[in-house]
């Protein structure tokens, strides 16, 4: 399946997708960047508080951007609806991360499961299920 990159601002390409997230009987649209570079897949906690989730109450893990501030994320099951296909993931979800832009997926819940490629000048991502 095929996606276009989005624009921002004045001409800023970035590799953000739609995808819904699913948990327990709740659904939430919500757009993520597919980023290479994050480990798992992160969204805002907001988002996880729309699906019924007492955020706090997962497992808490760490992450340090690239200012190197240490954040901290609670890790709850979700299923994770892509081209209109469920998978069901791990994800963290992250107090305030929309301020900072998009929530993301990553290595764990997204590249281990898609193979990814990137087109910045056809500004189109494609995502494979690996078999």
Excluded at 32 to 39: E, K, M, Q, W
Excluded at 56 to 80: A, C, L, M
Aim: charged fraction near 25%; include cysteine.
């Amino acid at each position: 399946m095929k996606f276009k990159y989005k624009k921002f601002g004045s001409g800023i390409l970035r590799p953000v997708i739609p995808i819904g997230l699913i948990y327990q009987n709740r659904f939430v649209r919500y757009e993520v960047l597919v980023d290479s570079g994050a480990d798992f897949c992160i969204f805002d906690a907001q988002i996880g508080e729309l699906l019924g989730i007492d955020i706090r109450n997962g497992e808490r893990k760490e992450v340090g951007g690239i200012t190197g501030s240490v954040e901290y994320f609670y890790v709850h099951p979700v299923t994770i609806q892509v081209g209109g296909w469920p998978f069901e993931i791990e994800a963290g979800f992250l107090p305030n991360i929309a301020e900072l832009g998009h929530g993301v997926v990553g290595q764990r819940g997204f590249f281990d499961i898609f193979v990814v490629r990137f087109d910045f000048l056809k500004e189109e991502i494609e995502l494979r299920k690996r078999i």
